[in-house]
């Protein structure tokens, strides 16, 4: 009995099976009837759908190119219109602006009113721009012009050598030693800590030049413009100043030991905590000079006004040589005749 059950699913299952595969059959002809035919109906090369001919027609319609530009004509240029180009100077002068020369001298006039000058005025129309004031004339700088603060520039190697114009250079930390800059002009020059070590400055200009820290030991500087400049801390053992111009300059706790300064111009000169051990100060204008705890031991006194000079004590000048014969003020006589006793 159980046998004949078995053989009755076995067959009805497989009559499910087969029913369902005619069904799924019968599904996909009818779907696949209206693709072939309208593959067969279409031409050959033309079986796209209808969405992507009609895109492809409206491509076709969109011009490729304008008639002035070869870029399409749907590509909008976002870019700014460039500025209108400036008339022609000879359209200029049509249009009636020419330059009067009187007008212009009244300007240029004018300018140099408003800047302080004009004749015997002793301003810029006179003594010209940049110029420094003249330390020698004694007039205390009443028409001075200030000296503009130079644009510092790096001199290049081949820049550096004699009679160089140098005025405002960069040459912090420089190596220069043993350079032969004779006559150079070095105003206002930044040679902070620079190795000048035997370097030949002789008349040279060093005007308001930043010298502080640097290295001079051995240095020619005989006959140099060094008015105004800064000097402090820098090492100067054994250089030859004689007749430089150190008016006016600032060489607080610098070492000046065996320096020869005859002739000289040292007048208000800052020598505060120097050391000037050996140094030769015969025939120097020594006028408001300050020694303020500098040292002098064995310093050349020969001869020396030091009437004007600025705290100076009794240790300083007996430590000195040939301090007996310099002219001193009364204060200074330290128990020792004085051959020029200024009163």
Not at 260 to 287: E, H, I, P, S, Y
Request: charge should be negative; glycine fraction near 10%; include cysteine.
């Amino acid at each position: 009995m159980s046998g004949k059950i078995g053989i009755v699913a076995a067959v009805l299952i497989a009559i499910l099976f087969a029913w369902i595969a005619i069904d799924v059959r019968r599904g996909s002809e009818e779907t696949d009837a209206p693709r072939t035919a309208r593959r067969d109906d279409a031409p050959r090369g033309q079986h796209r759908l209808p969405a992507r001919e009609n895109r492809r027609e409206e491509r076709r319609q969109i011009p490729r190119h304008s008639e002035r530009s070869s870029r399409p004509d749907f590509i909008v240029d976002r870019r700014e219109p460039p500025p209108p180009r400036p008339a022609a100077r000879d359209d200029r002068r049509d249009e009636g602006h020419t330059r009067d020369p009187s007008a212009l001298q009244q300007m240029q006039e004018a300018a140099v009113r408003a800047a302080g000058g004009g004749k015997g005025s002793g301003g810029p129309a006179e003594q010209g721009w940049g110029s420094a004031p003249d330390s020698k004339r004694g007039d205390g700088g009443s028409n001075a012009v200030e000296r503009p603060v130079r644009e510092r520039f790096k001199p290049g190697p081949g820049a550096l050598k004699p009679d160089a114009n140098l005025a405002g250079a960069d040459l912090r930390k420089a190596e220069l030693e043993g350079m032969d800059l004779q006559g150079a002009d070095l105003t206002d020059a930044d040679l902070h800590k620079a190795n000048m070590d035997d370097v030949q400055l002789a008349e040279s200009i060093l005007a308001n030049a930043n010298l502080t820290g640097a290295d001079l030991k051995g240095a020619i500087l005989d006959d140099a413009d060094m008015n105004k400049s800064k000097l402090d801390g820098a090492d100067l053992r054994g250089a030859a100043l004689a007749g430089v111009d150190l008016s006016e300059a600032s060489a607080s706790k610098a070492t000046f030991a065996g320096v020869t300064f005859q002739g000289a111009d040292l007048a208000g000169t800052n020598f505060a905590g120097a050391m000037m051990f050996g140094v030769d100060l015969r025939d120097t204008n020594l006028q408001d000079t300050d020694f303020d705890k500098a040292d002098m031991r064995d310093a050349n006194l020969t001869d020396t006004d030091l009437t004007n000079a600025k705290n100076l004590t009794c240790s300083q000048v007996t430590s000195a040589r040939g301090w007996e014969s310099s002219i001193r003020p009364e204060a200074l006589d330290c128990g020792s005749p004085n051959r020029g006793l200024a009163n």
